[in-house]
């Protein structure tokens, strides 16, 4: 292997890796706020490129008809309580059961997103994607949340093989690949780096500083950290933990989603891709601890890296590898401490 | 009589099968100082949780501010302005003082007051030390500095009713004076306080009206004057108080 070679790999590297890091920070973050090990992380990376591939073939995705399910579920659920409640709070309500899954409906079936730009097509993917977290907590997740992480963990298996399911449905059993944000490359030395390459480094890194930047500055960001730190502090200050996990979630779908648009454009994504990926990122977020934000993306970049360079020496077992890697890390931390406490 | 601003009557909390909070009653009035007394593990804490409604209530009757909750929840509490200083403080370790502070008034800002600041303000003034310390992590400060914090965190909120959980525990007599202090000030200001002690002396000292916890159930109540003075109670708290003291 030579040097230029080398590059290439690490470039590839790094552009998963910067995907798989966001998958972490995101499972570390409903991990601390919900107790939730959240296995369908992946799918909505795959129901992001997927839905984001109906619209360019000129389908209508099926995460739409999802959305609106759940939407009418939770109408059906939390409908009654929220009329008795009344005021702004109802109005609230209705803005997110009703108003928007009906401005989604709108713009799927009547704005013919076949035909507009592809950004726009991605924004209105993501915007498809992203209620489903808070959605699936709510309906999934909530009515059990004072349960056990074992408990918890088999939910989130169920929940993720549903899923799953549902994609094959709602996609079919073939892959998509969309195009490319940027055509464009240069060449740096000997090195070639895609349009598409910075692309995802760069929004990971948005979206990154994004998510820092509201965790350490915003009133309801703090109130998220408080939630993870000392559930009974926060429930004290009036800080929901209902309310603390949708946004947990929510913010597990939009990276999700963003992830998926973000690279299907270098990966054919299949309906059931989700949870490889999902898995990398997963093998980061142990790395941290499910606890440290910044060691699970710096574990993620290497299992990104690890992949890299395993598929050129040995393609065959690149997953093996990268799956390997969890089992000295894994011992290493059990013996190191017990970080990943079951609270009472 | 004026009006009640807390009123329990007839409570009972249970962990499981076991009760551990046997038909209590009591009353605290808007600007009065009431305290709980009795040993370790007579339902003190329980006692408080359920009120806030940390713990369900197995049987009785919550009344706060004119409301009547046969089910009480903690977040409509909070918002009423019911706060409670836990026994085991639940602080944020990992976050600034500061921080702490301001998601003291989290529910405030939920509710639409944009007066932290000067809340903030007013709580420096009452503790000088968590204005020094204000950009420290939380788990860095002293036992003495962390009640102060988690009383002050309280204060953000601005309630109505304050409850404090054994306040003075592993603390150094000079400080539990200086918070009792604050206390009476707060008093007379207005705010309601259900303070539950151990140090029964300082407690009723303070206090306008007792109650005495046994093992789940109220064994005397009296203004706090009369009860310091109680054969019963001195025996069984106040001559224990001195002999051996809980600062
Ligand atoms: N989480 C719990 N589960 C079961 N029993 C408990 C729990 N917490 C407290 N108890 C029991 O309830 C009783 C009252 O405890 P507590 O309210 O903490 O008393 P105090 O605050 O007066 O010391 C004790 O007998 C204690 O053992
Ligand atoms: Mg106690």
Redesign the interface.
């Known amino acids: 292997m030579d040097l230029q070679i080398a590059l290439l790999l690490a470039q590839d590297g790094v552009v998963s890796g910067a995907i798989y890091a966001l998958l972490a920070l995101a499972l570390v973050l409903v991990f601390a706020v919900t107790r939730v090990v959240f296995i369908p992380q992946g799918e909505f990376v795959a129901y992001g490129a997927l839905t984001l591939a109906s619209f360019q073939m000129g389908k209508i995705p099926g995460t739409l008809w999802l959305l609106l399910a759940l939407a009418f579920v939770i109408l059906l659920v939390d409908g009654p309580a929220a009329w008795r409640q009344g005021g702004r709070g109802f109005l609230l309500f209705l803005a997110q059961v009703v108003l928007y899954p009906a401005l989604m409906a709108a713009a799927v079936l009547l704005g013919q997103p076949h035909a507009w730009p592809l950004w726009a097509q991605s924004l209105l993917a993501l915007a498809l994607v992203a209620p489903l977290g808070p959605q699936l907590y709510r309906l999934v997740f909530q009515p059990v949340a004072e349960a056990s992480v074992l408990m918890l963990l088999i939910v989130a298996v169920a929940l993720h093989l549903a899923l799953v399911g549902l994609g094959l449905v709602f996609f079919g059993a073939e892959g998509s690949r969309t195009p490319p944000f940027s055509e464009a490359s240069w060449e740096v030395g000997s090195l070639v780096v895609s349009g598409q390459s910075l692309w995802v480094l760069g929004a990971s890194a948005g979206l990154i500083v994004a998510l820092y930047l509201f965790f350490e500055k915003t009133?309801y960001g703090?109130?998220l950290?408080?939630t993870a730190?000392?559930r009974?502090?926060?429930?004290?200050?009036?800080?929901?933990t209902t309310f603390a996990g949708k946004i947990a979630f929510l913010f597990a779908a939009v990276i999700g989603g963003a992830s998926g648009i973000l690279i299907a454009p270098i990966t054919t994504i299949y309906y059931d891709t989700g949870f490889l990926i999902g898995l990398k990122g997963f093998v980061g977020a142990i790395v941290g601890g499910l606890a440290s934000y910044p060691v699970a993306a710096a574990g993620a970049l290497l299992v990104g890296l690890l992949e890299s360079f395993s598929s050129f020496w040995a393609s065959a077992y690149k997953e093996v590898l990268v799956f390997t890697l969890i089992i000295p890390v894994l011992l290493w931390r059990s013996w190191q401490s017990h970080q990943v406490e079951e609270e009472e | 009589m004026s009006e009640a601003l807390l009123e329990v009557s007839d409570l009972s909390v249970a962990y499981g099968q076991i009760e551990a909070v046997h038909h209590v009653s009591l009353r605290v009035l808007p600007g009065q100082i009431v305290t709980v007394i009795g040993p370790n593990g007579a339902g003190k804490t329980t006692l408080l949780s359920a009120i806030?409604g940390?713990l369900p209530c197995k049987g009785g009757m919550v009344r706060y501010a004119g409301e009547a909750y046969a089910r009480v929840t903690?977040?409509k509490m909070?918002?009423a302005g019911m706060?409670?200083v836990?026994e085991k403080?639940?602080?944020?370790?990992?976050?600034s003082v500061l921080?702490n502070l301001?998601?003291?008034a989290?529910?405030r800002?939920?509710l639409g007051f944009r007066d932290e600041r000067q809340t903030l303000a007013t709580v420096f003034a009452l503790f000088p030390r968590l204005k020094e310390r204000a950009q420290q992590r939380a788990g860095t400060l002293s036992g003495g500095e962390r009640q102060m914090l988690a009383i002050g965190?309280a204060l953000m909120?601005r309630p109505r009713l304050l409850m404090l959980d054994e306040p003075s525990l592993g603390l150094a007599p000079l400080i539990v004076r200086e918070i009792f202090r604050i206390l009476a000030d707060l008093a007379a200001e207005g705010v309601a306080i259900l303070l539950v002690e151990q140090n029964a002396r300082a407690a009723l000292q303070l206090a306008d009206y007792g109650y005495v916890l046994e093992t789940g159930e109220i064994a005397l109540s009296g203004r706090a004057d009369e009860l310091s003075e109680d054969a019963r109670v001195a025996e069984s708290y106040l001559g224990q108080a001195a002999g051996c003291p809980v600062a």
């Open positions: 009133l703090k109130a950290r408080a730190m000392n009974i502090g926060a429930r004290l200050m009036g800080i929901s | 806030i940390l903690l977040e909070v918002a706060v409670l836990p403080r639940e602080l944020f370790a990992e976050m921080d301001l998601l003291g989290f529910m800002r939920r965190r909120a």
